[in-house]
């Protein structure tokens, strides 16, 4: 991490979003175990050579994606939290032969998408559209041992959220990503996914767009990211 200032530096996005990457990069490429302790925030502010308010923004960030705890007292500090790789290393178990390019920038927009689609389920569902999604679920909970099908499924799942959208264009775009995302998953190698963690997270997701909007929905929506589409 010596270079870490002039990565940051050199970033388009703000100085916590990039803190927040560097940090969840070292989390899922070293497959750091929850419960250790990455370090008190007087630490990393020093390790990355920037103020502590944007530490403190950088840890809100990991923490909103469940990637992150904080523990007050003289032996706390930040600590990765428990089941913090489940679902951003779902999509890094998968493999494609002759390259993942075209999955990863339709990963990419699609996460920069959901958050926008999962609002709009949350303000225009009704009952009989969690009864479809409930159903949806049943069927992914059916195939958890045949990860490809599970997948189809899921994509199935996203489009159904996607039809509560009242923002064609959003909608549009969105289903157009799913598309090139089921398109591409024929050559990718699959048989690591974690189906039962990621089904998990889906059907909290789904109940906190019953729910409706608020820090349920905002903490459901935040653990679909898997991790900025590394794979």
Request: with cysteine.
């Amino acid at each position: 991490m010596a270079a870490a200032h002039s990565t940051l530096a050199e970033s388009r996005v703000s100085r916590a979003e990039a803190v927040a990457r560097a940090i969840e990069t070292e989390i899922m490429d070293e497959a750091v175990a929850p419960g250790v302790r990455i370090g008190k925030k007087t630490e990393l502010r020093e390790r990355f050579e920037v103020a502590l308010g944007t530490v403190n923004e950088a840890v809100r960030l990991l923490e909103m994606r469940g990637l992150v705890t904080v523990r007050p007292g003289p032996g706390g500090g930040v600590f990765v939290a428990e089941g913090s790789a489940r679902m951003a290393l779902s999509h890094s178990t998968l493999r494609f032969r002759g390259g993942s390019g075209g999955f990863l920038e339709a990963l990419e927009v699609r996460d920069a998408l959901d958050p926008l689609i999962c609002r709009e389920a949350a303000r225009h569902h009704d009952a009989g559209d969690i009864t479809a999604l409930s159903r949806i679920l049943d069927q992914m909970e059916g195939r958890v041992d045949d990860p490809r099908d599970y997948l189809r499924l899921n994509y199935r799942l996203h489009r159904r959220i996607a039809k509560l959208c009242t923002n064609k264009a959003l909608h549009g775009i969105y289903v157009m990503m799913l598309d090139s995302m089921e398109k591409s998953l024929e050559a990718a190698a699959v048989d690591d996914f974690d189906t039962a963690g990621h089904l998990a997270d889906h059907r909290e997701l789904i109940a906190a767009i019953d729910a409706g909007e608020g820090k349920r929905l905002e903490a459901a929506i935040a653990r679909q990211s898997p991790s900025y589409g590394r794979v």
